[in-house]
């Protein structure tokens, strides 16, 4: 069992940038794959990036590709969404979730996370 914490949002002006880390504790963090999700206000939580094990493959919704990247430090227990040309579209309340995983696909639904965070929110102005 993992527990999550996000950090790192705040308020941006458009065209800006943020990154976000999620700290993970508890054993073995390095077998997770570990998806960052978002949601605005009435909205549903949508993916936006997700990263395997190792680092080694990554995952993005179209709408920030290119823009978003995606890493992971699993000496540090540490993924990081780095979130640059930002617009008030991204503003929404972004959760990173966890699922113990080192072979198969890398799930994008968030159904298939069993570890979520508390979330950070993220705020663009215009």
């Known amino acids: 069992q993992v527990q999550l914490v996000e950090s790192g949002g705040g308020l941006v002006q458009a065209g800006g940038s943020l990154r976000l880390s999620c700290s993970a504790s508890g054993r073995a963090f390095s077998s997770y794959a570990v998806g960052w999700f978002r949601q605005a206000p009435g909205m549903e939580r949508d993916f936006v990036a997700a990263?395997?094990?190792?680092?080694?493959?990554?995952y993005y919704a179209d709408s920030v590709k290119g823009r978003f990247t995606i890493s992971r430090d699993n000496a540090k227990n540490t993924v990081y969404l780095q979130m640059s040309s930002l617009s008030p579209e991204d503003t929404a309340v972004y959760y990173c979730a966890a699922k113990p995983l080192i072979s198969g696909p890398v799930p994008v639904r968030s159904k298939n996370y069993n570890y979520w965070g508390q979330g950070t929110q993220v705020t663009v102005s215009s």
């Open positions: 990263i395997n094990w190792s680092g080694g493959s990554t």
